[in-house]
T-cell receptor, first 114, second 117 residues
Framework: DGGITQSPKYLFRKEGQNVTLSCEQNLNHDAMYWYRQDPGQGLRLIYYSQIVNDFQKGDIAEGYSVSREKKESFPLTVTSAQKNPTAFYLC?????????????FGPGTRLLVL | AQTVTQSQPEMSVQEAETVTLSCTYDTSESDYYLFWYKQPPSRQMILVIRQEAYKQQNATENRFSVNFQKAAKSFSLKISDSQLGDAAMYFCAYRVPNTGTASKLTFGTGTRLQVTL
């Protein structure tokens, strides 16, 4: 089946720890995105990548890092610099980074701080 | 900065009835795209419908249709013959062509739709 997978479904972070959220797609999409969702708010863009080996910061990139070494993979690392990481994280992809392109979303990862 | 406003935090509709979810946006752009996404309890975002700003005809997808009023910057979603499976959070989103900075979706805060028997 074609689609986007995110793992793990739940992730627990200890203070001062870096954690990495996985996002994989087999849709052959060039563009990939990471969003953060907090209660009562819409999704906010963390990072996005238009093509392999390239990525740009979104609105709330501080405390996060990404890599795009393979077309199908776009992992997000939540660093210890992110002081309020508890949120729901959604990964998305689209064929290209065009304004009319539909973004397809993964099932999400919920990150909790211990 | 572009903003998207959904003024109805919660709505309720009876099964088989029609409901309209409102969305307004603020932009100085003339060319852009608008979307409605559905987020069911599984929390996976699913595209419901999209509208291109330069098209005057309102988009429709089966039981879902939009009322796009460009001058008023309004983009409401109408759900006809509501079904129990329509219960979800609905997000309105806006996107402009890439200008060299982040070509991103800007989301509203969502409307939670309940469907009752």
């Amino acid at each position: 089946d074609g689609g986007i997978t995110q793992s793990p479904k739940y992730l627990f972070r200890k203070e001062g720890q870096n954690v990495t959220l996985s996002c994989e797609q087999n849709l052959n999409h060039d563009a990939m995105y990471w969003y953060r969702q907090d209660p009562g708010q819409g999704l906010r863009l963390i990072y996005y990548s238009q093509i392999v080996n390239d990525f740009q910061k979104g609105d709330i990139a501080e405390g996060y890092s990404v890599s795009r070494e393979k077309k199908e993979s776009f992992p997000l690392t939540v660093t210890s610099a992110q002081k309020n990481p508890t949120a729901f994280y959604l990964c998305a992809s689209s064929p290209r980074d065009g304004p009319g392109e539909t973004q397809y979303f993964g099932p999400g990862t919920r990150l909790l701080v211990l | 900065a572009q903003t998207v406003t959904q003024s109805q935090p919660e709505m309720s509709v009876q099964e088989a009835e029609t409901v309209t979810l409102s969305c307004t946006y603020d932009t100085s752009e003339s060319d852009y795209y608008l979307f409605w996404y559905k987020q069911p309890p599984s929390r996976q975002m699913i595209l419901v419908i999209r509208q291109e700003a330069y098209k005057q005809q309102n988009a429709t997808e089966n039981r879902f249709s939009v009322n796009f009023q460009k001058a008023a910057k309004s983009f409401s979603l109408k759900i006809s013959d509501s079904q129990l499976g329509d219960a979800a959070m609905y997000f309105c989103a806006y996107r402009v062509p890439n200008t060299g900075t982040a070509s991103k979706l800007t989301f509203g805060t969502g409307t939670r739709l309940q469907v009752t028997l």
